[in-house]
């Protein structure tokens, strides 16, 4: 009884704090700095999409941004004037559907897309699902940038503008709203959202990850042919996990259409997928924590980067040698290297797991 | 008529190009039963060490031919060391982890090699010199360059050699029985991981070789040049069947002439819909179709049976 | 027993590997209810065969029967749902799970909860999960090791990870439990203790087939025993009869093996 009512104290401080975490920031370290807050929580809900297939089923995914890409174009084109131009006759407006249906649909695309590529991948070795994978997120760039003739479809590299924003019950979310009296600028308002997101999100890989199918992705990612011995389907089960985890970054990719209000293939190169991937293993595969973690910390540091890298060199050489971006890109590979040589598990120690375990216990003894 | 015959002569340039890049891929893959994701930036590593090594030297004055000769050296030695050194750092350690993380270590490698590249090189294109005459041949209403008459002349003597090298030499007997069972291998004496860090020195050695043809044969060299070579060069060694040596080479040549061709006749094809900008394409729908009816390749045997 | 149908038929079952013969003409039939001895020199095709009943390999000659039905071609989860489970001769556990979890995993195959059923954990959910758990730890108690139930499975003893493999293989209700080499590495204590848990095995209903090195333990433990050298049958029959038999000695006399 009483470690319910410590747990629920510490839920409500917890919500309370990510509540006021956007006025926050805004106080201290100014609005662009909220800004990069929503775009965490995008990275999170991405990576724990990812951490389902690679964290716990075990398949390397390297074209994972092509989902979040699959799912950002499905709204670009539906809630944009863009199909103006490609079908003048039947939208002369363009499409303008509600974000709320399709969002569900840029979910269903992405995980058909997942379905199409990994039925014939994932009877094989797990290093051709990594390589196709790695192909497809390609694949996807191209085509993007070029299904912009003979008909416009994508408008190639310079993406599609004016995308509608997410409206809430008929509120959008694209302006300052005053609520009660306060002013919620539009980065609050997204944070918002993003945050709900991400705690489904949450909720959903908690539950799966404590579930019978959950059990056996990670069975199959333990030992495969142990897995289909005890009676697994490993085929089916890794399909699921591959589609799941192509859905949830659907998703994430319509959220981040609605939100930036513009896409281009640009934001959907290979280093997004490797960030990604980054994310996952520098916090922890199959760790929810961890992955959470490892979003965060990611996601901060480009701007960390970008704020002590350049005047850092300016100070020592009087000019900037290494730019920030590559420099980023460089910490990822070696993060990648190191971690697999010298903490496999993560940041966040696996004492983490053990722990959750030993307290999904207790209400079962009582 | 002409362009078929033109398509087929780029086509079989590239791709003995692709074949021996797949080289390097199937022969780790036959011994370790790896891929190792990052040969295609050992590719990037050798075009640009040879082209900094060709333009300073040139610049000292030193005669084209001694010039292209040194660089192609600096650029194996360079690669075999990078070769050994990555097997060394991010292979050897997890020889025996699970098997998802060399293919994690790897891809950080190709991530370092490549912002490394960058960081040497700079983003821009770098052009390569003009050093043997770039005279062209009229053959049968196809043009053809000397440069690529060298590519592919060279190509094909290149793995001609490595055939003798893995099966008349001692060295190749014993990279032969690694890949067939480690451990007999062992107890009958060989130095596996010996044997391991040659095979990757060889397939670093033939990444420099063809990374210099590459960009002799576009006159470009760029450091993200390796990732979609690299990606090409996988699916001709899975073409071909990978771990098998003459599958990679079938497979190389293969590839090539289906990109080429494709590129060539997409839009009569596609009715206009799609043009030769989607080149790079071909490549991943054939990796895809060889994986959903024939994943063993085409001289291959085993594959997904492999615990 | 003669009248009684065989749990399992084999006939005629070959397997070759490249131009390696690893099995040629195995035929057997073990009964419902009785320990199935399967023992030979290294090298004789015993694992082979256990790889081609649960399914890991297809055999290139003949087929096999179990239950009344015929099998050929199958993967291995078609087998574990038909009811054959296994053990491996190197264990093969889920290492970074815990020992409750892995002998969870051997509940799937019976149970049915999905994706839906995960995310809403609606009542029959939960029920199932609950009998899940429950049905685990009966196990875990069953051969012995209820203890380290939070352990993961890598951190387990050598003989407690052999013990947590038949808890798992049981928990897919099995109709025959394929033990390979399940006292490999144990000394003569804990194989003895392992004996008596093995002992009990028929009394739930279920057929056990063994492979096993130790000759000591499968005269003592087996109804019946098959003898393989080079992946034929070269001898069957009761544990008393096949120990006298001249090609059985000339076997492993040959082989200097055990």
């Not at chain 1, 629920?8 to 990069?36: E, M």
């Not at chain 1, 079908?87 to 499409?95: I, R, Y």
């Not at chain 3, 034929?232 to 200097?256: F, T, W």
Request: proline share 4%; glycine share 10%; charged share 15%.
């Amino acid at each position: 009884m009483k470690l319910v009512r410590k747990s629920g104290v510490q839920l409500a401080a917890l919500v309370i704090t990510l509540l006021l975490l956007p006025f926050i920031t805004d106080a201290l370290l100014g609005r662009g700095w909220v800004r990069i807050a929503d775009f965490a929580m995008l990275y999170i809900m991405l990576a724990l999409g990812l951490n389902i297939v690679v964290g716990y089923a075990g398949l390397l995914d390297l074209g994972y941004i092509a989902f979040f890409a699959v799912g950002a174009y499905c709204y670009a084109l539906t809630g944009s004037p863009h199909l103006a131009l490609a079908f003048p006759m039947a939208f002369p407006d363009g499409v303008h559907l509600s974000f709320w249906i399709v969002l569900p649909l840029a979910a269903l695309t992405a995980g058909s897309f997942g379905m199409l590529l990994g039925a014939p991948t994932l009877r094989l070795r797990g290093d051709y699902l990594a390589i196709v994978t790695l192909g497809f997120g390609e694949i996807i760039r191209i085509f993007l940038n070029n299904l912009n003739a003979p008909i416009n479809l994508t408008n190639g590299p310079q993406g599609i503008s004016r995308i509608d924003p997410v409206r809430v019950a008929d509120v959008s979310l694209s302006a300052t709203q005053n609520i009660f009296g306060i002013a919620f600028p539009s980065v609050h308002l997204y944070f918002y959202l993003f945050l709900a997101f991400t705690a489904l999100v949450v909720i959903v890989s908690r539950r799966l990850e404590r579930s019978r199918i959950g059990r056996a992705w990670m069975a199959i990612r333990e030992d495969e042919i142990a897995a289909s011995a005890m009676g697994l389907n490993t085929r089916n089960l890794k399909l699921l996990a591959f589609a799941m985890g192509a859905m949830f970054g659907g998703a994430s990719g319509a959220l981040f259409a609605g939100f930036q209000g513009f896409v281009s293939p640009e934001s959907f190169s290979l280093m997004e997928s490797i960030m990604v991937l980054c994310m996952v293993v520098l916090g922890g595969m199959g760790n929810i924590a961890g992955v959470i973690l490892g979003g965060v910390l990611l996601a901060i540091l480009p701007e960390v980067l970008r704020h002590s890298v350049v005047p850092l060199q300016q100070a020592l050489f009087g000019k900037t040698v290494v730019d920030p971006e590559s420099l980023r890109m460089l910490l990822f590979g070696t993060a990648l290297i190191v971690m697999m040589l010298y903490r496999p598990a993560g940041l966040l120690p696996s004492r983490v797991r053990r722990r959750e375990l030993g307290s999904d216990e207790a209400p079962e003894s009582l | 008529m002409e362009i078929l015959l033109q398509q087929i002569i780029n086509g079989l340039v590239q791709g003995s190009v692709y074949a021996l890049v797949a080289l390097g891929y199937t022969m780790v893959y036959g011994i370790l039963g790896l891929i190792n994701f990052a040969h295609g930036e050992v590719v990037m590593v050798g075009a640009m060490l040879a082209l900094s090594a060709l333009t300073a030297l040139l610049g000292m004055g030193v005669p084209p031919v001694p010039a292209l000769l040194f660089s192609v050296m600096v650029a194996m030695a360079g690669c075999m060391v990078l070769g050994y050194g990555i097997e060394r750092i991010a292979y050897r350690p997890l020889r025996h982890a699970s098997r998802l993380a060399p293919l994690i270590t790897a891809i950080g490698v190709s991530i370092v090699l490549q912002n490394l590249a960058m960081m040497i090189w700079g983003r821009e294109y770098h052009s390569f010199p003009q050093l043997i005459s770039n005279d062209t041949h009229n053959f049968g209403g196809a043009i053809i360059n000397d440069i690529q008459i060298v590519i592919f002349i060279l190509a094909l003597a290149i793995m001609a050699g490595l055939m003798v090298v893995v099966h008349r030499t001692r060295l190749g007997c014993a990279m032969r029985a690694v890949a067939e069972n480690q451990h007999a291998a062992q107890l009958m004496g060989v130095d596996i991981n010996r044997v391991i860090s040659i095979t990757f020195m060889l397939g670093s050695a033939l990444a420099a070789i063809a990374g210099l043809m590459v960009s002799a044969n576009y006159g470009l060299a760029h450091y993200y040049m390796g990732f979609l070579l690299g990606l090409k060069a996988f699916t001709a060694a899975v073409l071909g069947g990978i771990g098998n040596l003459r599958g990679a080479m079938l497979g190389g040549l293969l590839l090539g002439l289906i990109e080429s061709l494709g590129a060539g006749y997409i839009g009569d094809l596609t009715g206009g819909f799609m043009g030769s900008n989607y080149q790079d394409v071909f490549a991943f729908f054939v990796l895809i179709a060889v994986l959903v009816f024939r994943p063993s390749g085409l001289l291959g045997e085993r594959l997904a049976e492999r615990a | 027993m003669t009248d009684m149908k065989p749990l399992l038929r084999l006939s005629s079952i070959g397997k070759q590997f490249g131009g390696l013969s690893a099995l040629s003409d195995v035929s057997l039939h073990i009964r419902r209810g009785e320990i199935y001895g399967l023992i030979g020199p290294n090298g004789a095709g015993k694992t082979t065969l256990f790889n081609v009943i649960t399914g890991l390999y297809q055999p290139s000659a003949g087929g096999f029967e179990f239950d009344g039905k015929k099998y050929q071609a199958c993967k291995p989860h078609v087998l574990a749902k038909a009811g054959i489970a296994r053990t491996f001769q190197n264990i093969r556990l889920f290492a970074n799970l815990t020992a409750l979890e892995n002998v969870m995993i051997g509940r799937h195959v019976r149970t049915r909860a999905g994706v839906f059923g995960a995310l809403l954990r609606d009542r029959a959910t939960r029920s199932e999960e609950h009998a899940i758990t429950e049905r685990s730890r009966e196990l875990l108690r069953y051969v012995g090791i209820e203890k380290p139930a939070q352990t993961l499975a890598k951190h387990l003893s050598y003989g407690e990870q052999r013990r947590l493999e038949i808890a798992r293989a049981l928990a897919t209700d099995p109709l025959l439990l394929a033990l390979d080499e399940p006292a490999a590495g144990m000394n003569a204590t804990e194989t003895e203790s392992l004996k008596a848990l093995l002992q009990t095995i028929p009394d739930r209903g279920i057929t056990v087939l063994l492979i096993e090195h130790d000759v000591k333990l499968i005269m003592g433990l087996c109804d019946r025993v098959a003898v393989l050298d080079y992946g034929r049958k070269i001898a069957e029959g009761v544990p008393e009869d096949v120990r006298k038999d001249p090609a059985v000695i000339a076997a492993y006399l040959g082989s200097g093996d055990e």
